[in-house]
């Protein structure tokens, strides 16, 4: 699998993610950090998580379709990524263990993907 085709993979997962954060908060957001998403007030953060996902997952999808630049796009996804990590990492007592480090691994994960691939991802693209 070429870097342009992880990377249309994990652009379809952020746009799946971020839907059903967007759709579901509460029943989605219950499974990443416990009882709390079911609040009102989490679900508004965990909604404005799902858009963050859905629109660099689109972003990213679309520029793939036309051929265009992703650079940008997944240094952005992998900014998030990274933040996302760190989050999980600094509540480590107040999710557990399991929580935490499941956050760890998948945000983590994308974020080393998206380091790697950006500086590479457009390599081979014809320049305007």
Known sequence: ???????????????????????????????WIGEPA???????????????DLALGVGAYQALERGAPLRGW???????????????????RQLGPARALATLASAGGAAAVGWAAASQVDEGLARS
């Open 38 to 52: 079911r609040d009102r007030r989490v679900k508004v953060a965990l909604r404005g998580l799902g858009a963050r």
């Open 74 to 92: 997944v240094q952005a996804a992998a900014v998030a990524d990274t933040s996302d990590a760190a989050s999980g990492l600094l509540a480590l």
């Open 1 to 31: 699998m070429d870097l342009r085709q992880l990377v249309r993979v994990l652009a379809l997962l952020r746009i799946a993610i971020g839907a059903v954060l967007l759709l579901a908060p509460g029943p989605a957001g219950a499974r």
